[in-house]
């Protein structure tokens, strides 16, 4: 039985409009070759109009959330559009940084259980 | 314990909503919260509920350490890299939250566990949060066995001094799983801690610093993971915490792996047979029994389950865990109350004891994914 206080109405409407906007995650990016759907460095689309020199014409795109972050990986359930007010951060590592993302998360799409 | 109808409020959809219940429609079309109806539930219902739910706790602890001790791993599909550290964590005992017990229970006899959600329980925020609005809003004088939101809290406020905050909120890109783990870091900011959200697949590693890190490389020392520990260890990070274990701490922790386990079910049946909160389960088939459920050892939602009556399937559902072994346990009438087939959410915050209940029906045996959560009140 609730022993003590209500929730504080405050909070609930907080926490709604969170999952609406502020709680939801930033949204990751990363260039990817837009004919074989695979994640590519980022230079690529840094310099995007360096590339278009010769058939067969890659095409350089940043690809935002969904899975597949790594250079060579499939990127997929994601946009080529990024989400409104969301913060956008590339999957690569920060300049002088050593840091890797996707290594978890690619398994399991939900569902409260075990 | 019966179950009543009801009209609905008008702007139910609306009031739920703003209230965090943003995922209520179902893909089938039909809505989750169903406030047409509402589970009446006797002082000497919660009393059984509450007693049961702490005695299975006690018992399934008593069954970590025997799982342990007789190195059932294997029964539990674990992997030797895996179990040193089920074994570490269970010792150490760093920071766990909360689990769900799924009890068959309509008050004609004790409650049954049906399985224990004890790593990535979600129907949170309907059974602190919604249910309890709606309870003020149609019958302010009733009580509720909630007390979910205050036992969150507390428990935060207890770990406040061993966490390292800022603690990082991880889960999946659903909504759901989103607004469960917003409410949870809302508890714990109400508890002073500072939170940081993000998806599970945006947790970087520095291999540098040799740990993991959010978004602007800050080190995350504790990790609130609402993603199961079957899929971490199956993941390319798997050896990152392998190395850099016992940091950072996770939440919950990878001895919880034993717990969600259904083959849990047979465990607790070989230690306590014929006990009245449990019903008999095997591991290596039906044996005697010829009404059971097939279940999977790993699975979710009421998925790759089949339903066994004189020995013969009559009812199924599909899934993706059917390779994760199997788990036979017995059917029981104690989920039928009037005309729908009904679970018990028993809620355990660690440490804070049992923190009420949350209902799910079904007009099938199968209780799953598509099932309505229906708010109740004691009488």
Redesign the interface.
């Known amino acids: 039985m609730r022993k003590s206080r209500a929730i504080p109405l405050t909070l609930l409407s907080a926490a709604a409009m969170l999952s609406l906007s502020g709680c939801k995650s930033k949204q990751v990016t990363r260039c990817i070759d837009s004919q074989t759907g695979r994640v590519v460095t980022d230079d690529k689309c840094d310099h995007r109009e360096t590339v278009l020199v010769g058939p067969p014409y890659p095409f350089y795109h940043w690809y935002y959330g969904g899975v597949g972050f790594f250079p060579g990986e499939l990127a997929m359930q994601g946009s080529f559009n990024p989400a409104q007010d969301e913060v956008i951060v590339r999957a690569s590592s920060p300049e002088g940084q050593d840091v890797i993302r996707g290594g978890f998360g690619h398994g399991f799409f939900g569902g409260g259980g075990a | 314990m019966k179950r009543c109808t009801i009209t609905p409020r008008k702007d139910w959809r609306e009031i739920t909503?703003?209230?965090?219940l943003?995922y209520s429609r179902l893909p089938d079309g039909s809505d989750y919260w169903n406030e047409s109806a509402y589970y009446a539930l006797s002082k000497r219902d919660?009393e059984t509920l509450d007693r049961a739910t702490e005695r299975l706790h006690n018992m399934c602890l008593a069954a970590g350490q025997y799982i342990i001790d007789n190195k059932r791993w294997r029964d539990l599909g674990i992997r030797g890299d895996v179990a040193p550290l089920i074994e570490r964590t269970w010792i150490d005992e760093p920071p766990a939250l909360y689990g769900?017990m799924d009890l068959a229970y309509n008050g004609n006899e004790e409650p049954k566990l049906l399985?224990y959600?004890?790593?990535?329980?979600?129907?949170?925020?309907e059974a602190?949060?919604i249910q309890?609005?709606w309870l003020?809003d149609c019958f302010r004088r009733s009580?509720?066995?909630?007390?979910l939101?205050?036992k969150l809290v507390a428990k935060w406020r207890d770990l406040k001094n061993y966490v390292k905050a800022p603690v990082f909120f991880?889960h999946?890109?659903?909504?759901?799983?989103?607004?469960?783990?917003?409410?949870l870091?809302?508890t714990a900011e109400?508890a002073g801690i500072k939170t940081i959200?993000?998806?599970?697949?945006?947790?970087?590693?520095?291999?540098?610093q040799g740990c993991f890190?959010g978004?602007e490389?800050e080190r995350a020392g504790t990790i609130f993971?609402l993603?199961?520990w079957?899929?971490?260890v199956?993941?390319?990070?798997w050896k990152?915490v392998l190395e850099r274990f016992p940091e950072p701490q996770w939440i919950e922790p990878i001895w919880k792996m034993m717990w969600?386990?259904?083959a849990l079910l047979a465990v607790l049946w070989e230690m306590y047979p014929n006990h009245e909160n449990l019903l008999p389960a095997y591991l290596d088939g039906p044996r005697e029994m010829v009404n059971f459920v097939k279940k999977p050892k790993?699975?979710?939602?009421g998925?790759n389950v089949s339903v066994y009556s004189s020995g013969i399937p009559v009812e199924e559902t599909s899934g993706a865990y059917a390779d994760s072994g199997w788990v036979y346990q017995a059917t029981t009438a104690s989920t039928k109350i009037g005309n729908k087939f009904a679970v018990i959410g028993s809620w355990e915050i660690a440490d804070q004891g049992t923190a009420?209940i949350g209902i799910r029906e079904s007009d099938h045996t199968i209780v799953g994914?598509t099932s309505a959560f229906v708010p109740h009140l004691?009488e």
């Open positions: 909503q703003k209230q965090g943003t919660v769900r399985e959600n004890a790593d990535t329980p979600t129907a949170l925020v602190s949060v309890w609005y003020q009580d509720q066995f909630n007390s939101h205050e991880t999946c890109d659903l909504e759901e799983d989103a607004m469960t783990v917003c409410y870091r809302q109400e959200g993000m998806l599970m697949s945006q947790l970087g590693y520095d291999a540098q890190v978004f490389g993971k993603y199961p079957e899929m971490m199956k993941e390319m990070f990152n969600s386990n259904k790993l699975g979710r939602e998925a009420g994914n004691i």
